[in-house]
């Protein structure tokens, strides 16, 4: 029925009366119905009270109820003073982000832009709000001017407007190869990245509008997202072998992914990165790309088609026995050619991923064979359309071949072409110092590029886009980038996901108090993650009053 804290007298024999303090709760009696209190925890007397242990309960109680209330209750038990509660808003996450947004120089950075600017709006604390909502809550930049002053304290009090923000993208476009730069060189320096090897990959993301209009960048192309009706744009990422974004690209819709690594290896070389291995994914293999690749002494790791191809073929066709480095990792090194046109290729074999190419190939057999006798039994009138439909099946058509007679049967040489693929991948490399197994495990690492992808557009909500002038579009995937660089930092030091991390330090919240001597805002008392995850990310806890506002 509730518990409570209620107060008994007891009178003793020399008149006086004692006073103590019981933590009870009201149960009912089993046969006779009537409601009685029963005793769950004595504090003892009134007069020795350990004040102080009853006020560390109640804070560590605030730990389970809302934040708004945890503020409430916790100016409660330091003495009201007339202070009355006002409002409350998540605090952790920004705190968090604004401290790694300090320590990676992108205030310092740009500050030295805006030295000789003589702009009066808040620059640097608009481009903050906006890249700490695309990694706390994504919403469109109208959005953003109400949730910074509404929902989230950024650390100032500072009004946001949205001329604010949309100046402020337009200066992080006009200084961005500077921008990037400095804060990537930051956060290689800050974090002791080694930048030997840099993942490269592109994905697109498209527009809800019928006609792109007058744009460089907005094109139809072939979607990744299977939208060809919509316009897109090409986004390029490099990371490092860490998973930190390194630089961002943003180029037109129906660009060829191997047209993009002419500029993005020019743009890199020009940060005189050192020696740095490019691993890039089997859209990117040229012969043209390879020359580039290895302009000004850089060298490659490439992802090949396993068919198409004559060297690839050849090297596939190699003999020799496979190393075995793990249970779902076996490679082979082979040579193909001779002189300067000489290519050295590592063939990688995954043996559970081969027992399940096989598994797949079986099903999709069977279903050939169903569909094959269902065609039979049609009327011939009918077959020629189910026949097209069967070839031209993504999955099953693959497996099919058309006789003289125009019947259908299964063709077994492509299966057992197929077979010897299963559950390979192959490789090509420039660099001969680097061993085959490093190789084939940097490749593998390929993957942290698309994890990116994956939280710029699930996380961060790169799309959709409201933008519909190419200067914004950049602008935008710009902010994304500099959150996800914020993530990953915050991911790497902390060994938690950002969902985790961004969960339990959404709790910290702050409050606003006010009276007539003026405002208080004091944060919600810390949990031990909370503390936990600013000693891992080397952060300087808050104090739990953060600014006191008297009347004059």
Known sequence: MGMYVRTIKRKNKDGSVVEYIQLAHNTRHPEKGYSRAEVIYSFGRRDQLDVEAIKRLVRSLCRFVSPEDALALQVES?????????????????????ALWDRVNIKQCLDKILKDRSFTAPMEQALFAMVANRALAPASKLAVEQWADKDVYLGTDEQIQVQHLYRS??????HQDAIQKEVFWSTANLLNLTVDLIFFDTTNTYF?????????????????????????????LAVTREGIPVRCWVMPGNQHDAKCVDQVQKDLNNWKLGRVIWAMDRGMTSKENRRILQRAGGQYILG??????????EAL????????????????EVFVGEGTGRRRFIIAYNPQQAKHDSRTREKVLKRIGNELSAIDKLAKDKQVKAKYHLLTHKSMGRYLKEQKNGKLRIDQAKIKQDQKLDGKYLLSTSDKSLSAEDVALGYKQLMEIERAFRTLKSTLSLRPIYHTKDDRIRSHVLLCWLALLLVRIAENESGLTWFRLHAE????????????????????????????????????????????????
Do not use: W
């Open 78 to 98: 330091n003495g009201n003073h007339g202070l009355r509660f006002v409002s409350s808003r998540s605090a952790g996450g920004a705190l968090v982000l604004k």
């Open 208 to 236: 809800e509008i019928d006609d792109p209009g007058d744009s460089e960048l907005k094109a139809y192309c072939k979607s990744k997202h299977k939208r060809d009706d919509l316009p897109h744009v090409t986004i390029g």
């Open 169 to 174: 993208m337009d200066l992080l476009l006009e």
């Open 317 to 332: 066709n190699r003999g020799g026995r496979f190393k075995v480095l793990n249970d779902n990792l076996h490679i082979k």
């Open 304 to 313: 090949e088609k396993l068919s198409g191809n004559k060297a690839n073929e």
């Open 505 to 552: 330090m959404e709790r910290l919240h702050i409050g606003e108090f006010v009276n007539k001597d003026g405002r208080i805002l004091q944060y919600t008392e810390l949990t031990p993650n909370q503390r936990n995850i600013f000693k891992k990310l080397k952060i300087k806890p808050p104090r739990n009053l953060k600014k006191v506002d008297l009347t004059p």
